[in-house]
Every structure is written in C-alpha cells, then in structure tokens.
C-alpha cells in the first residue's frame, strides 16, 4: 500500500530528498512539541507537523533545525510556515514547508505527539515511512529498503 502525494511543500533544507519512519506532532501556532521531539534521538525518522497549513508563524527556524541535524533527523515536513530558511538552505537535513513567515510561536507546550494526523487527505501514521524529494512523497506501511 504506497501512498503518493503530489509535490505541495517547498524543500528548504540542505537535502532534497529524505527518508524515514514517521514521527508525527500536531499544533496550531505553538512549536514547543516541535521542539522536545527534535530534541530526541532521530536516527532514520521524518518529523511530520500539521500546523493546519496556518501562516500566522513559523512553526520551526535555523536554531531547531540545527538540533534535529544534531539529533540525526533525516528530515523534517511542516504543514505550515517556516523560518530562516536562508540559514536551513545551508543545514544537512531535509525540510518541506509551505510557506516562509519571520514570526516566532508562541511556546506554551500545546500539542500532540505521535498520533495519526491527516491532511491533504492524507493520513500520516507513526511508525509508517516516508520517502520525500522534490517530485513528491511517497507513504508506505513498511520500509521500501531505497535511501
């Protein structure tokens, strides 16, 4: 069961294309669940965000990114807006977005983590996979065994 999504996100990382099992966060206006996921161990995982496609403020910037880099990250889709991509161009992950805002979040730790989250009627499941690149992406149930 593959799952193709159109290509909707604009890549603004230093790699175009990632792979990994899902992790998954769902917040509106609010990066701090953003945040202490990224801060975890991210070997082979994509970081999926809903922010419900919201342009108020940019759910990640230069300095988290940095620290999902750190963390092993292979990349990052955030259903939302952006920040500091001039800085991010430059770091070793993959990051999709939607849009660029210079906004900060507030941080008041609202949010959830690791649940199944749908949009662009999609439905992203933790522990499903996830090839991105610049055609599109690509969700499977089980890992496809390509990089």
Excluded at 27 to 46: A, I, Q
């Amino acid at each position: 069961d593959l799952i193709i999504i159109d290509q909707k996100f604009k890549s603004y990382g230093g790699k175009t294309s990632f792979c990994g099992e899902i992790s998954t966060v769902k917040c509106l206006n609010d990066n701090s669940k953003v945040r202490e996921v990224l801060n975890t161990n991210g070997c082979n995982k994509v970081l999926v965000v809903d922010g419900n496609a919201s342009t108020d403020c940019a759910l990640l910037g230069d300095m988290l990114t940095e620290t999902a880099f750190m963390n092993n990250w292979s990349g990052i889709i955030v259903n939302g807006c952006i920040r500091d991509s001039d800085v991010i161009v430059d770091i070793g992950i993959g990051v999709f977005a939607l849009s660029t805002i210079p906004i900060k979040s507030v941080k008041k730790g609202i949010g959830d983590v690791d649940i199944d989250i749908n949009f662009m009627d999609i439905t992203f499941k933790p522990g499903h996979y996830l090839y991105a690149d610049l055609d599109g992406i690509i969700v499977s149930k089980k890992e496809l065994g390509i990089k």
